[in-house]
């Protein structure tokens, strides 16, 4: 069970989507979250790296190194 509490203009459009198309505002609360979750996972990881990049914790590769390792370069 999830509640949230959401800004009043977004409670009103999702309140008119619904009511729109006969579905629920849970129906489409639980589909925005499964649609955005993955996007939101991926922007946190690269986020993280980067401040691992930052820190000098973690290097990074570039598209030319990577390429020859793989027997891809020009």
């Known amino acids: ?3 949230l509490r959401l800004p009043e203009e977004i409670e009103i459009r999702l309140e008119k989507l619904a009511k ?3 579905r629920t505002k849970s129906f489409y609360a ?3 979250i499964i649609e955005h979750l993955a996007d939101l ?3 946190y990881l690269a ?3 980067l401040a691992k990049v930052r820190s000098g914790k ?3 590769v570039s598209l030319n190194a990577v390429e020859a ?3 891809l370069a020009n």
Request: aromatic letters at 0%.
């Open 1 to 3: 069970m999830l509640a």
């Open 20 to 22: 729109s198309t006969g």
């Open 30 to 32: 639980r589909e925005a």
């Open 41 to 43: 996972e991926d922007l």
């Open 47 to 49: 986020e993280k790296r």
């Open 58 to 60: 973690s290097k990074t």
């Open 69 to 71: 390792e793989l027997g």
